[in-house]
C-alpha cells in the first residue's frame, strides 16, 4: 500500500467526500483497498471495514475503492482563497505576497492598449485584503499548506505571515465540507486572521481535538487563537459532546454555537461558558429536556434551539433520580427566553404546562409540526385547527409574548384564555359534579383565570338527554294517526302507530314505510304534519286593541292577558275560534325529513287522497 494514504484521511472523489478507515488488502481479491466512509451516508453499501479492522459511523455509509482512483487533490487555505476571489485576476497576471495584482501590459500591432474601467474592476475584485466575509465550503481546503504531512517550520511560518497579509480584514469565515484532518489546522488559520469573528468548519470530520504546537507559533504571534471569534458553526461534524465542550472552551467570546446534526441522545457535561446566549441542538436525538440538564449551568443563555429532535417530554426517564423529582428540579436560567421545540414528537399537553416551571424567563416559543395539534380538541373527533391550537398554547402559558413568529396581543391573550375556561367547562359538564376537582386540577392556570375573568358557567345534560352523536339522534319518532275507512262508508276509530325513522329519509321512503306498515299503495297517501302551533283566524286580530291585552273586557276569550291563566292549552285556544292549529302537508319530494322537522318527535295525520 502506498505510503500517501493512512487511516483517517481525509478524501475527496469528484465532490464526494469521505475519511478512509481501512488501507490494505481484501480477503479473494487480488491487490490493496481502500475502506472509505462516506460523509453522505447514502451513498455507501457497507460499514467500510475489513475483517474488524477500522472505526464505523455509519452502517451503510462505506465503499472499497482502489488506490489508483484519481482522488480531488487537496489544496492549501491562500490558494483556495485566490481561486475564488482572484481567478479573474489570476488568468491575466499574477499574485504577490500583499495579494495585489502585477501588472501586466497588453499590447496589439506593437502599441500599448489602455484598458479603460475594466482595470479598476479588476483591481477591486483582487483586492483580497479588503475581504470581510469569505466562504471557502467545499473547495478540498487542508489546512494552511495543502500537503498535511509536517511541513518545515519556516515553510509554515511564511504562508501563514502571507495569509495575514493578503486578508487581514476576514470577519466571517465558513470553511464547511473540506479536508481538514485535524483542530490544529483550523486554528492555526484562525490565528493568522486577527479579525475573525464568525468560523463555520460544519461538515468536517476531526480525526482528533487537540491543543495547537505552541512552538509553531512562537516569536510570531503571542495571542491565543480564535480569541475573538463570537460565533461557531460545528453543524454536521460528528464530534461527541465532550469535544465540543473542549472546542467551546478555546473560544474565550463566544456567544452562539450550532452543533446540529451530531447524532447527540444525551448531554452529560456542561459548557463552561458566561458568555454564550444562542444554542442551536437541532436535528439531533434528544428525546427529553430532562436531557439537556446540564445546560441549566449557563447563566446567560437567551435563545435554545431544538428543532427536529425527538423530544416528548420533560423528564429524563433514563437518567431520573431515584425519588423521580428531575422534572421539578429541572430549571434553566431566568434569562432563557426563546425555545424552538417544532417538529418534535411532544403529543400531551401536560409538556406545554410544565414548560413555564422549566423556562421560568420563557417570553417566546416555537412548537408548531407537533403530534399535540393532530390529535382531536375534544371528544368529538374532529382534528384541532391551527387557531384553536394557537389558542390553546398561549392561554397555558402566561408570561409568552411570542408563538411561532407571531406577536401575541392583549386582546388575542384575553380571547384565548376566555376560550379555554370555555373548553375547561365542557369537560367539567362531562363528568359529576363530584369529579370537577379530577378536571381543574389537569389545568394549573384555572384557578388564576378564573380569578381573571371570572368562572365560567357548568352546564350539565340532563340524565335522560340523547348524545347527538349518538344514533337515536338521528331518528325522529312518529305517531302515526289513520282512520281506515269502513265498508258502509260509516266512521271507525283511528288507528295509531309509533314508528321511529331516519330523518335523513326523503319523503318518498317515508310514504314507503308508512305504506307497508298500513297495507295501503304509498303514493295514495297524504301526509299531515301537526306542528303543535297556534296560528290566529285571519279577522279576529283586525280587532285587537289595547284593551285586551289589558284584560279589561272580562268577556273575551282569547290568549290577553286576562285569561292566560284560565286558557293555556292549546285545544281550549282552538275552541274558542280566535286560533287554529297549524298543519304542513308534506309533499313529495327528495327532501330529507329532518329538512322539514327538526324535533325529535313528530305527530302525523294519515289520509287517503281521494280519487
Not at 504562508?159 to 497579509?165: G, T
Not at 460544519?202 to 463570537?230: A, H, K, M, T, Y
Not at 331518528?475 to 294517526?481: E, G, M, P, W, Y
Amino acid at each position: 500500500m502506498s505510503s500517501k494514504f493512512h487511516i483517517g484521511q481525509r478524501l475527496s472523489f469528484s465532490g464526494a467526500l469521505c475519511t478512509v478507515r481501512y488501507a490494505g488488502p481484501v480477503r479473494r481479491t487480488n491487490g490493496d483497498w481502500l475502506g472509505v466512509e462516506w460523509d453522505d451516508p447514502s451513498r455507501g453499501k457497507h460499514t467500510g471495514e475489513h475483517e474488524g479492522a477500522g472505526r464505523r459511523k455509519s452502517p451503510t455509509a462505506g465503499s472499497f475503492v482502489r488506490p489508483s482512483r484519481p482522488v480531488d487533490q487537496p489544496v492549501g487555505f491562500l490558494q483556495a482563497l485566490q481561486s475564488k476571489y482572484a481567478s479573474e485576476t489570476l488568468n491575466s497576471g499574477t499574485l504577490d505576497l500583499d495579494g495585489k495584482s502585477a501588472e501586466t501590459i497588453i499590447e496589439i500591432g506593437g502599441k500599448v492598449v489602455e484598458e479603460v474601467g475594466f482595470e479598476k474592476i479588476r483591481k477591486q475584485l483582487s483586492r483580497l485584503y479588503e475581504l470581510q466575509i469569505v466562504l471557502l465550503d467545499g473547495l478540498c481546503i487542508a489546512g494552511v499548506l495543502p500537503d498535511t504531512a509536517v511541513q518545515p517550520t519556516d515553510t509554515w511560518l511564511d504562508k501563514l505571515k502571507c495569509i495575514e497579509r493578503t486578508c487581514p480584514k476576514v470577519t466571517e469565515l465558513d470553511l464547511s465540507r473540506n479536508l481538514v484532518e485535524t483542530w490544529d489546522e483550523v486554528a492555526d488559520i484562525c490565528v493568522a486572521l486577527p479579525k475573525l469573528r464568525s468560523l463555520r468548519i460544519s461538515g468536517n470530520r476531526f480525526n482528533e481535538i487537540s491543543l495547537v504546537d505552541d512552538r509553531r507559533i512562537s516569536g510570531w504571534q503571542s495571542r491565543p487563537p480564535c480569541e475573538d471569534v463570537q460565533e461557531l458553526g460545528l453543524d454536521d461534524t460528528l464530534l461527541s459532546w465532550e469535544d465540543v465542550v473542549a472546542l467551546a472552551s478555546r473560544f474565550p467570546s463566544l456567544t452562539t454555537l450550532s452543533a446540529s446534526c451530531n447524532e447527540f441522545s444525551r448531554i452529560a457535561s456542561p459548557l463552561h461558558s458566561d458568555t454564550l446566549v444562542s444554542l442551536t441542538l437541532e436535528q439531533n436525538a434528544f428525546s427529553s429536556l430532562g436531557s439537556l440538564s446540564p445546560l441549566t449551568e449557563l447563566p446567560n443563555l437567551k435563545s435554545l434551539f431544538l428543532r427536529d429532535n425527538i423530544i416528548d417530554r420533560i423528564e429524563d426517564l433514563h437518567h431520573s433520580t431515584s425519588d423521580d423529582t428531575t422534572s421539578h428540579k429541572l430549571q434553566f436560567s431566568q434569562n432563557l427566553e426563546y425555545i424552538d421545540l417544532s417538529f418534535n414528537v411532544i403529543a400531551k399537553w401536560s409538556f406545554i404546562d410544565n414548560l413555564q416551571d422549566v423556562f421560568p424567563g420563557l417570553t417566546g416559543l416555537r412548537v408548531s409540526h407537533n403530534p399535540l395539534y393532530e390529535n382531536p380538541a375534544q371528544n368529538d373527533g374532529k382534528i384541532m385547527g391551527v387557531d384553536e391550537g394557537y389558542m390553546l398554547t398561549l392561554a397555558r402559558l402566561a408570561n409568552l409574548k411570542n408563538l411561532n413568529f407571531s406577536t401575541i396581543s392583549k386582546q388575542e391573550r384575553t380571547n384565548a384564555e376566555i376560550y379555554y375556561l370555555s373548553r375547561i367547562a365542557k369537560c367539567m359538564a362531562a363528568v359529576p359534579e363530584t369529579e370537577e376537582q379530577k378536571i381543574t386540577s389537569q389545568h394549573p392556570r384555572y384557578a388564576e383565570l378564573c380569578e381573571t375573568h371570572g368562572a365560567p358557567t357548568v352546564i350539565r345534560k340532563a340524565s335522560s338527554a340523547t348524545d347527538p352523536n349518538s344514533i337515536a339522534a338521528r331518528l325522529i319518532t312518529f305517531t302515526l294517526s289513520y282512520t281506515h275507512p269502513a265498508p258502509d262508508d260509516t266512521s271507525s276509530k283511528p288507528i295509531t302507530h309509533i314508528k321511529e325513522i331516519p330523518r335523513s329519509f326523503d319523503i318518498y321512503r317515508l310514504k314507503g314505510v308508512i305504506g307497508r306498515l298500513l297495507g295501503q299503495k304509498p303514493m295514495s297517501l297524504k301526509l299531515i304534519w301537526e306542528t303543535g302551533e297556534l296560528d290566529p283566524v285571519p279577522g279576529y286580530e283586525e280587532g285587537w286593541d289595547s284593551s285586551d291585552e289589558d284584560g279589561d273586557e272580562e268577556g273575551e276569550n282569547g290568549p290577553s292577558s286576562g285569561n292566560r291563566d284560565v286558557l293555556t292549552s292549546p285545544e281550549e285556544l282552538v275552541h274558542t275560534g280566535k286560533w287554529v292549529m297549524r298543519e304542513v302537508e308534506l309533499v313529495d319530494s327528495t327532501r330529507e325529513v329532518g329538512f322539514w322537522i327538526e324535533k325529535r318527535e313528530a305527530r302525523v295525520r294519515v289520509e287517503l287522497r281521494r280519487r
